[in-house]
C-alpha cells in the first residue's frame, strides 16, 4: 500500500482507491490489533485476476508469519487456489472435503470423479459438488466424517482457541491520539462540507443581521414607554434568532456522521481497535473548535449590524456551549438508530420541544405544571438564557 499511502479511500461520489487497494486496506485494518486469526468473506470478490493473486498472495504471506487466515472464496483461478494450504468443500452445509489444496484431485478421483489434466481443482471440485445426486455424495461425506470422528479433538485446536479472544487493546492515550488525528484530517479533507458549513453560518447571519439591522441600539432619553417596549421586542428577537441558528447549524451536520459511520466504527470496535470512551471524545475535540470558529464568524457578521451591546467573546463562548451540546445531542440520535433515514425523521422529536419549552411564545408559569419539568432538559433554554444575560446585563 505505499505508493497509494498519500491517496482517499474515495467514495461513491468522489475517486480514490482501486478496487484491490480498497481490499487490501480493509485487511489492512484488521492486521492493526495484531489478531491471530482473521476470517474474510470473499475477499476477491469483484476483483480481476491479477488483483485477486496479489491479494491472496499477501495473505498466504501473513499465514506463513504466523496468523491464522480463514476466507471463504469464490470462483478462484488456479494460481489463487493454489496459494492456500487447506480448503474446505461444503454441500448444503455437510463437508465433502477437508485437507490440504493439493489432495483435492484425489479425493474425488478415489470415489470415481476424475478431474481432466490442466483442469482447474477448484472449478472441477464446485461443479461436480453441484451436479452430483445426494445418493453419489454420501460417500464423499462419509470418507470426510471417519477422518474427523464426532466428537473428536484436534490437536493444539483448544489451546490456541482458549487464546484466542484474548485482545490487548493500545491505552486510551494511543487510541485517542490516532483517532483525534484522523478526525482532524477527515475534517479537513473533506472540503465541501467545510466550506458548506462556514458558508451557511455567514449567510445565515448576514440575513439575520439585515432584518434586524439596528435593533439592538441602546434606547433614547426620550423614547415613550412604547418605543422602549418596541425596541426591545427586536432587540430579543435578533437574538433569539441567532441562537436558534447556533443549535441548528451544528446538529445538522452531525446528525448523519455516525449512521454514515456505523460500519467501520462497528468493526474496528468489534476488533479491539479502539473503545466507544475515546471515539467519542475524539469527536467531540474536534467539532467543538469548529464549532467555535462557525460561531465566530457568524458572529462576526451579525454582531455589527444588529448593533448588540454584550461582551463579543461571552456571546461567542455562549454560542459555542450551545452548539457543543446541540451537536452532541444530533450525535446520539443518529448513535440512536440504525438508518439515516430514521435519525433525519426523529429530529422533530428532539428540536420542536427546544423551542417550546425556550420562552420565546409562552412564559414557564404559564405551562401546565405536569410539563413544566421539561424546560429543565431542554438546551436552548440554558442558551437563551446565557446569552440574554450576556446582552442585557
Known sequence: LDRCADTLIGSVLSPGLSGGEMKRTAVAVELISSPSLIFLDEPTSGLDS???????KILRGLAEAGCTIVCTIHQPSS???DLFHRVMLLRYGQMVYNGPVEGVAEHFAAHGHHCKPNYNPA????????????EEAQPLIQTVQSVVKEGSEIEGVSSAASGMWDSNPAPFV????????????QVLRDEMTLMSRFGMAIVLAILIGLIFMG??????DGDTGADVEKKVKNHWGGLQFFTINAMFLSAEPLLLVFPLERPVFIREYITGTYGTSAYFLAKTMIDVPVAFFEQLVGLIAVYF????????????????????VSGSAALLLGASTTRAETAVNLVPAIYVPQILFAGFFITSDAIPVFMRWIQWGCFLKYGVALSTIVEFS
Open 174 to 185: 494511543t487510541q485517542f491520539r490516532h483517532l483525534v488525528k484522523r478526525e482532524f484530517y
Open 79 to 81: 494460481e489463487v487456489f
Open 50 to 56: 491479477h488483483n485477486a493473486f496479489e491479494l491472496v
Open 305 to 324: 449590524l444588529v448593533d448588540y451591546q454584550g461582551d463579543f467573546f461571552l456571546h461567542v463562548l455562549a454560542m459555542t456551549l450551545l452548539a457543543a
Open 123 to 134: 472449478d472441477f471440485a464446485m461443479t461436480t459438488v453441484q451436479r452430483i445426486t445426494d
Open 215 to 220: 435593533s439592538g441600539g441602546k434606547w433614547g
